[in-house]
């Protein structure tokens, strides 16, 4: 199994900045880490794609949130990172982790942090 740690959200003014953490752990990746990103779900809306991270660093990116947003991950850390800066209200959500095993074959998820962009 994998147990994935999520940090960071919490309440933000618009225009502000939030870095979300998610780390993972447990057997499932003893072997190491494939794909990771993040995700996000809106009240009364879909699950959708925020961000995705590659083991080699490549990244890829929700088109309207591309300039905006960030992804990093630390390998040695099994830790992924989500920078949000110039946030807006429409940025509220539960962003939740996702990490795949090295052999892309499994995937997990964490519990989600509440994300909210309001003055």
């Known amino acids: 199994q994998v147990q994935l740690v999520e940090s960071g959200g919490g309440l933000v003014q618009p225009g502000g900045s939030l870095r979300l953490s998610c780390s993972a752990s447990?057997?499932?990746?003893?072997?190491?880490?494939?794909?990771m990103g993040w995700y996000r779900q809106a009240p009364g809306k879909q699950r959708e794609l925020v961000a995705v991270?590659?083991?080699?660093?490549?990244?890829n990116y929700a088109d309207s949130l591309k300039g905006r947003f960030t992804i990093s991950r630390d390998n040695a850390k099994n830790t992924v990172y989500l920078q949000m800066n110039s946030l807006k209200p429409e940025d509220t959500a539960v962003y939740y982790c996702n990490v795949h095993d090295r052999s892309e074959r499994y995937v997990y998820w964490g519990q989600g942090t509440q994300v909210t962009v309001s003055s």
């Open positions: 991270t590659t083991r080699g660093g490549s990244a």
């Open positions: 447990g057997s499932g990746i003893i072997f190491g880490i494939g794909t």
